[in-house]
């Protein structure tokens, strides 16, 4: 395997294993210069000054927002509005759609496995408008039983909130077939890809998404920027999320005239930084392209899944098979509290997430109150697997209970 962690400026300062990439990735020294570059160089506000140095930050941000477009080819970059995060975005859709659209006759379509950022924005637009919450429960492989599709979804489905990639289970759900049912009731579709656009291709025409958000913090690029997808004629419709400086054309006393999508979505100074790394970030990702990723996470789940099944006590959430999970692995050990788990691996240098993942939904569902999780990225390698498998075996030991 290549040593991509050459690339990673932090693997040079630590040797912990990192082992929590569905929480946030690590940058690549060409992102961090990136970000550099740009306060450096190109120092200004991004779509206000019009002498040299203010055209120029316009420039790297409207690039980046093109770089965005083609990353998840969208037909336009004014498709594209840059956010904070997939949160930020699911609440830009959630206030300026949701709440503008819907009413008590209507059903909200939520996934169980959903993170709770797609799911609390639904429960405060159920309250505000009275449409109801209907979820789409899975089966314990993490996968949607086909007649739970079919119960779910109705003539008062409005609008679907769907999960691409769960964080617990690593499962990867079919959006697109669900989409096109949803589309078929008259509702609208937006896609939560925080986990799947660090891990594979996403194609919003394909997917026929009405819209979809994701982070840049788990794409390689700093924390502090995302981005939502939104066809054009939803975004043309709907009244911005924030109000305030540049998303104006016009301000009088006692009335505005707003800007054009996309700039009538971005309120305040933007993070023109975030966004020129967000750009360096997937021209990374893209360099190496998607083959040689996938596949390389792909063995390393692999690796990782059997090990895990090979040592007593531990218990996998979700399917069988490795490539349902997308480097994604979810456990329990018996009589340890994942939180022990956690502490356990951090004290031999590894690093995994332990809780509920921001998805308690789901693992009340399931009768399981927490997990630990490990989590892989393609800059992870064979000696990550054998440290993190060779600790885990210790576990059980340590809290007394023997082998």
């Known amino acids: 395997m290549k040593n991509f962690k050459a690339d ?32 450096q160089r190109h120092n200004a506000n991004p779509l206000r000054g019009l002498y040299a140095l203010g055209m120029e930050a316009t420039e790297d941000y409207e690039a980046a927002r093109a770089r965005v477009a083609s990353f998840i080819n969208a ?22 759609y949701a709440l503008n659209n819907l009413c008590a006759d209507d059903d909200i379509l939520v996934t169980i496995d959903a993170h709770h950022s797609n799911i ?51 499962r990867l759900h079919d959006v697109a077939a669900i989409a096109r049912r949803v589309h078929a009731v008259g509702g609208v579709v ?20 009405d819209f979809l958000a994701f982070s840049g913090h788990k794409l390689l690029s700093p924390m502090g920027i ?74 390393l789940t692999e690796e990782c899944l059997a090990g895990m099944k090979a040592i007593p006590h531990v218990h996998i959430l979700g399917a069988e098979d490795a490539a349902d999970h997308h480097g994604i692995l979810s456990f329990t050990i018996d009589d340890v509290h994942p939180h022990d788990v956690a502490s356990i691996l951090d004290a031999d240098g590894i690093c995994v997430r332990a809780g509920h993942h921001c998805a308690l939904p789901l693992l009340t569902s399931l009768g399981i109150p927490s997990t630990a999780r490990a989590s892989l990225a393609f800059y992870n390698d064979e000696e990550d697997i054998t440290r993190f498998l060779a600790s885990l075996k210790t576990i059980r030991g340590k809290m007394g209970y023997g082998e």
């Open 8 to 39: 990673f400026p932090i693997f040079s300062q630590t040797d912990a294993v990192y082992l929590d990439n569905a929480a946030t990735a690590q940058r690549p020294q060409q992102v961090l210069d990136a970000a550099e570059a740009f306060y």
């Open 75 to 96: 037909p336009s970059a004014n498709n594209i509005i840059f956010t904070r995060n997939a949160t930020e975005s699911i609440n830009l859709v959630a206030y300026s």
């Open 120 to 170: 609390l924005p639904w429960q405060m637009v159920s309250r505000q408008t009275g449409a109801k919450l209907v979820y789409l429960e899975i089966q314990p492989d993490g996968s949607y039983a086909p007649e739970a599709v079919d119960a779910a979804i109705s003539p008062r489905t409005k609008l679907a909130a769907l999960t691409q990639i769960s964080n617990v289970t690593g």
């Open 190 to 209: 937006l896609v939560d890809a925080a986990q799947s656009a660090p891990h594979m291709p996403v194609d919003v025409q394909a997917l026929d998404c």
């Open 226 to 299: 995302g981005a939502l997808y939104g066809k054009a004629n939803l975004l043309e419709a709907m009244p911005p999320f924030l109000t305030g400086g540049e998303m104006i054309d016009s301000v009088s006393k006692f009335d505005a005239v707003y800007a054009p999508v996309p700039h009538k979505f971005e309120a305040g100074t933007v993070n023109g930084g975030g966004a020129v790394a967000l750009h360096a970030a997937i021209d990374y990702l893209e360099g190496i392209d998607w083959e040689t990723i996938t596949s390389r996470e792909d063995a």
